[in-house]
């Protein structure tokens, strides 16, 4: 089972700010937290990860709060090509053999970004 | 690079046939994997390659799945027989180093079993 709780779909105004949240309040000191997004009739697509420091990329940022039981994705300046599924997984980082640190997707978000 | 390749992008195919999904990984990638979707699912791991070894297949449904990786830059799953609960999207990945690195993900296939 997914471990981590997302809204089920949001909204944004083109050119604003999208903030995805997400809780994992059974989130572990080992694992990470992982975003990954899903345009329509694509595959999943990596976004970003972190531990317990925020993050920030060429796509969005990732603040985690200092418990690290919850986290925001950010997508500072939305466009339409931004609407899409976003999964945030909370994985530990694996070992080569078993399943831990499968990828484990859940419904994710289903975020709309209208004009 | 050309990403994640995958073939057919669309299959239908009748109940009991047999049904071959093929995946070119990233050059240089040495993690592969498959997954599934469905509506009812969502998104799910069958099995993991590293260095063209199966490390992980859990989440193969059952005996009908199989999958394998004969070189590096080539993997198959199939199906035999087929049934129409397998209808989904079939989604390769691969990855370099182990899995704990981004996976890139291919375009899928579509298979629809009637």
């Known amino acids: 089972d997914a471990k981590t709780t997302q809204p089920t779909s949001m909204d944004c105004a083109e050119g604003r700010a999208a903030n995805l949240p997400c809780n994992h309040s059974?989130?572990?000191?080992?694992?990470?937290v992982y975003w990954y997004r899903q345009i329509h009739s694509q595959g999943p697509q990596y976004i970003i990860h972190?531990?317990?420091n925020n993050e920030t990329n060429e796509m969005a940022s990732l603040i985690i709060t200092e418990d690290r039981k919850s986290s925001t994705l950010i997508l500072p300046h939305a466009t339409l090509r931004d609407t899409a599924v976003y999964y945030c997984?909370?994985?530990?980082?694996?070992?080569?053999?078993?399943?831990?640190?499968?990828?484990?997707f859940g419904k994710g978000t289903k975020l709309s970004v209208k004009p | 690079d050309a990403g994640v390749i995958q073939s057919p992008r669309h299959e239908v195919t009748e109940m009991g046939q047999e049904v071959t999904l093929r995946c070119k990984p990233i050059?240089?990638?040495?993690?592969l994997f498959w997954y599934r979707q469905t509506m009812m699912r969502g998104l799910e791991l069958l099995i993991y390659?590293?260095?063209?070894?199966?490390?992980?297949d859990s989440g193969m449904p059952e005996d009908r799945f199989s999958a394998k990786m004969p070189n590096a830059s080539f993997s198959t799953l199939k199906i035999q027989p087929s049934e129409p609960r397998d209808s989904a999207v079939y989604f390769c990945?691969?990855?370099?180093?182990?899995?704990?690195?981004?996976?890139?993900f291919g375009p899928g296939t579509r298979l629809t079993v009637l």
């Open positions: 990945a691969s990855s370099l180093g182990n899995r704990g690195n981004e996976q890139f």
């Open positions: 059974t989130i572990s000191g080992n694992e990470y």
């Open positions: 972190g531990l317990k």
């Open positions: 997984i909370v994985r530990g980082f694996p070992n080569y053999g078993g399943s831990q640190g499968n990828l484990i």
């Open positions: 050059s240089g990638h040495n993690s």
């Open positions: 390659f590293n260095n063209n070894v199966p490390i992980d």
